[in-house]
């Protein structure tokens, strides 16, 4: 089992990521690329990063296997740290706990035991904070994924929920000295107007958006309910079926039996009565996981407009 204590992050793998959403990532749009460094002890050095070229379906001869091992060839060749630890991924409102994001992360931590998956949120970074989150799947879910079992029985007896789906890597973020002090003098060239934006009490759409995503996500929730409780109302069902088929072999039997002749041959009742799929128990579990994100999001902005709403109104009662 592979842990992590933390994982270190140069300033220019942040603003290499940054930087190729502004320029390939409109909207929804979601842009993704390979994470490159090395293990030392229990800490995982990110250093480097290539974002994935964007490609339509008229080029279908584009193989993204071959364009990953060529650009490591040349980082190689250049004396960069060429590892392969990882991927990075921009999300739209904190959508970012999918089946594709599920399956593309077993592919990577299955090949590579120390990767690992950054999501890189620009609607949140634009709000004046920089939202940078790195994932693991955790061992129970690494395991299921192996077996490629995710029925109902599977994932309870493994005690996987949507809480213990993904670990959480901490993130720090390290700037050598001169760019510290660069830093440092452009905060203080930068002018007071421009912040002006950060302490404003008008609630923007981020707000709406999230909500309705959270909407969304509910419904898909509800309508797996539904299914789930038509798959109960199924087996009850058939479970009577069986009940009744029983009795009535077993009375014939008996009939059968008082007039002298042999019982009736046994027969495999589960063939006779197919039990009903389940429905897919993995979906719901990515659903509630979404669902708690937006929640955690909707909750961080709250608390954000919140703390800006009291500030005021203690400035205003000082002025009184």
């Given amino acids: 089992e592979f842990r992590f204590k933390e994982g270190s992050w140069n300033y220019v793998v942040v603003l290499k990521i940054i930087k190729h959403y502004q320029e390939e990532g409109q909207g929804n749009e979601v842009v993704q690329g390979v994470l490159l460094g090395l293990v030392v002890d229990d800490r995982l050095e990110i250093t480097n990063c290539f974002p994935f070229?964007?490609?339509t379906e008229d080029d279908a001869d584009f193989d993204e296997v071959q364009y990953q091992m060529e650009m490591m060839r040349s980082l190689r060749h250049v004396n960069i740290?060429?590892?392969?630890v990882g991927w990075y991924q921009s999300t739209y409102y904190g959508s970012f706990v999918t089946r594709a994001l599920l399956d593309s992360q077993f592919s990577y931590q299955h090949a590579i035991e120390e990767s690992v998956v950054l999501i890189y949120d620009p609607i949140k970074t634009a709000q004046g904070s920089l939202s940078l989150k790195a994932y693991r799947l955790t061992p129970k879910l690494m395991e299921v994924c192996k077996e490629k079992d995710f029925s109902p029985e599977a994932l309870k007896k493994a005690n996987i929920a949507y809480e213990n789906m993904f670990?959480?890597?901490p993130i720090v973020i390290k700037?050598?000295?001169?760019i510290n002090v660069m830093l440092w003098e452009l905060e203080k060239k930068s002018g007071v107007a421009d912040r002006h934006e950060l302490l404003s009490l008008a609630?923007?759409?981020h707000l709406g958006k999230s909500l309705q995503l959270l909407m969304d996500r509910v419904?898909?929730?509800?309508q797996d309910i539904v299914k789930y409780n038509t798959y109960l109302r199924n087996v009850s069902k058939q479970q009577q079926q069986k009940h009744q088929y029983q009795q009535r072999r077993q009375q014939e039997n008996i009939q059968r039996q008082s007039r002298g002749e042999p019982p009736l041959p046994e027969e495999d009742i589960n063939k006779l009565f197919k039990p009903p799929q389940p429905p897919p128990r993995m979906e719901s579990l990515l659903i509630a996981g979404q669902i708690?994100?937006?929640c955690q999001n909707i909750k961080e902005f709250n608390a954000q407009n919140l703390?800006?709403?009291f500030m005021a109104q203690a400035l205003q009662d000082y002025n009184n």
């Fill in 53 to 55: 070229p964007q490609h």
């Fill in 203 to 205: 609630s923007s759409n």
């Fill in 292 to 294: 708690n994100t937006y």
């Fill in 175 to 178: 700037n050598s000295y001169l």
């Fill in 219 to 222: 419904d898909e929730m509800s």
């Fill in 307 to 309: 703390g800006k709403l």
């Fill in 81 to 84: 740290d060429h590892l392969h």
């Fill in 167 to 169: 670990e959480e890597v």
